[in-house]
């Protein structure tokens, strides 16, 4: 898995596009919900920067394919190890918000959306009240 700075621009794209890729759509309410929530001016990464992140986690999960070309999407381990790259509490609370927010963009949380969100609430011990005070 491509290396990035920890709290980097990039270290922190990279975990809302495996938020959005573990359903294995990248739905275009989700696209539209990041230019909706300037997230690349919260995150400051440029769009191209964000696309980039995109295809190199792409090329990520896909060299991690087994020998019948399956990919698991949603995997415990790399989970973790992501989100072990962030480790300032305003940026973690701000990821989670977006991710929540993205992850409504279709009207639905699917429940590999709702994975990968509960684990991350769990991992930075962050609570939905914690969302709703720092961000009310």
């Known amino acids: ?3 990035y700075a920890h709290n980097s621009p990039e270290a922190m794209a990279r975990i809302l596009v495996m938020q959005m890729m573990c359903d294995g759509n990248f739905d275009p309410e989700e696209v539209d919900e990041l230019e909706h929530l300037r997230v690349y001016e919260i995150l400051g990464i440029t769009r191209k920067g964000f696309i980039q992140v995109l295809q190199a986690y ?4 896909t060299d991690e394919a087994d020998e019948n070309g399956q990919i698991r999407l949603i995997d415990k381990q790399r989970i973790d190890d992501l989100l072990e790259t962030i480790t300032e509490p305003q940026k973690r609370l701000q990821l989670a918000a977006l991710a929540l927010d993205i992850a409504k963009a279709d009207n639905e949380i699917c429940d590999a959306e709702l994975a990968i969100f509960s684990r991350m609430m769990k991992a930075w011990h962050i609570s939905l009240e914690d969302l709703a005070v720092a961000f009310e």
């Open 1 to 3: 898995m491509k290396k």
């Open 58 to 61: 792409c090329n990520d999960i």
